[in-house]
């Protein structure tokens, strides 16, 4: 299996503008999570997914940030209006049904610009 | 709400020496811990996955262990290398009620190997 595929790698962008951040969780996988990185902050859960239904977005750092999971393979996180405060690494994970006994499997990350 | 520290949050070390990371968490109604590595500017790749109801695993050079009535985990590297030097993160998976579960990391232990 490829493991958990994120794209764009990096995306740089002018405030104001929209972003898409997208995420191809491992076949087979229930959960699907988008995991956001700074330096001050470290690792921040922003959003979950089972089964493809939002289970809890309570970490989504207000109405400008959105994220949809069509189906079992993909997933977005769009950002608009983009705002230079949102620069960090943007990161998905999946792991199996009932993810304590497998734990997790992390994408490479986007790493986003907000200029 | 789930806190995990780790400490320290840099150290640097000779090659050669054994050394060992420290991970606590506040809530010990965990179901698992997982220990990641974190090369700059990379993803997060999984190292050691350690059950509630286990104390430790092994792999290779590293071996984890946790004692999860005390909330504490610690991270053992023996013989360590220039090639270990990465950032390290304690990440526990908490439920929050039917199939719904959060991983909640610390903000890392950044090791430097040095030569």
């Known amino acids: 299996d490829a493991g958990v595929i994120q794209s764009p790698r990096h995306e740089v962008t002018e405030m104001g503008q929209e972003v898409t951040l997208r995420c191809k969780p491992i076949s087979g996988h229930d959960y699907l999570f988008w995991y956001r990185q700074t330096m001050m902050r470290g690792l921040e859960l922003l959003i979950y997914f089972n089964n493809n239904v939002p289970i809890d977005d309570s970490g989504m750092p207000e109405d400008r940030f959105s994220a949809k999971m069509p189906n079992a393979s993909f997933s977005t996180l769009k950002i608009q209006p983009s705002e230079p405060r949102d620069s960090a690494v943007y990161f998905c994970a999946s792991s199996l049904q009932e993810p304590p006994n497998y734990g997790y499997t992390f994408g490479s990350g986007t790493r986003l610009t907000v200029v | 709400k789930q806190e995990v520290t780790q400490i320290p949050a840099a150290l640097s070390v000779p090659e050669g020496e054994n050394l060992v990371l420290n991970c606590s968490f506040t809530d010990s109604a965990i179901y698992n811990l997982q220990w990641f590595r974190q090369d700059p500017g990379k993803g997060l790749t999984s190292l050691l996955l350690?059950?509630?109801?286990?104390r430790e695993q092994t792999s290779g050079r590293l071996n984890a262990s946790l004692d999860k009535s005390s909330g504490r985990s610690t991270l053992y590297i023996a013989a360590s290398q220039p090639g270990d030097s990465a950032t390290y993160l304690c990440a526990v998976t908490v439920g929050s009620g039917g199939s719904n579960y959060k991983l909640t990391f610390g903000k890392g232990t950044l090791l430097t190997v040095n030569p």
């Open positions: 350690i059950q509630s109801s286990q």
